[in-house]
DNA sequence: AGGTTGACCGTGA
DNA sequence: CTCACGGCCAACC
């Protein structure tokens, strides 16, 4: 496969499934550290079909911990489930502490 | 080939 | 501190 090949969206695939367990992440941070700061509105165009892509989407939110996308998924509640499944705690649709289960790959890749 | 949209982000009032 | 507007880039129709 050409790197060529591999759109925005696909690289935007690859950084997704490097959010550990627990952890969650921005639009922009995934941006930035494409390289793309100012295209973070295409991270989530991209993740649109993530779900079908084996990517942990509802673990992507925007800068301000709020489940954004919730609405693009299956269920209405399912992105909070997922999340809260994984020790992290929301409440109307913020994610609480989310400083502390903040991933950011261009400081952790 | 062109116009519109979008799971955003940043700044201003 | 909260509400509102603009900008930016790439994919989709």
């Keep these: 496969m050409k790197p060529e090949t591999l759109n925005f969206f696909d690289r935007v695939y690859a950084v997704a499934k490097q959010i550990p ?3 969650v992440t921005s639009f922009g941070a995934i941006a930035n ?4 700061a100012r295209s973070a509105r295409m991270v ?5 079909g993530s779900v079908e892509k084996d990517v942990p989407a509802h673990r992507v939110v ?6 954004t996308g919730k609405h693009h998924f299956d269920g209405t509640n399912l992105m909070q489930q997922l999340l809260e499944n994984e020790g992290i705690v929301i409440k109307d649709n913020q994610i609480q502490n989310f400083d502390a289960v903040f ?5 952790e890749l």
Excluded at 103 to 107: K, N, Q
């Design 44 to 48: 989530g165009y991209a993740l649109n």
């Design 21 to 23: 367990y627990g952890r």
């Design 103 to 107: 991933w950011d790959p261009r400081l």
């Design 62 to 67: 925007n800068r301000i911990g709020l489940l």
């Design 33 to 36: 550290y494409l390289g793309a």
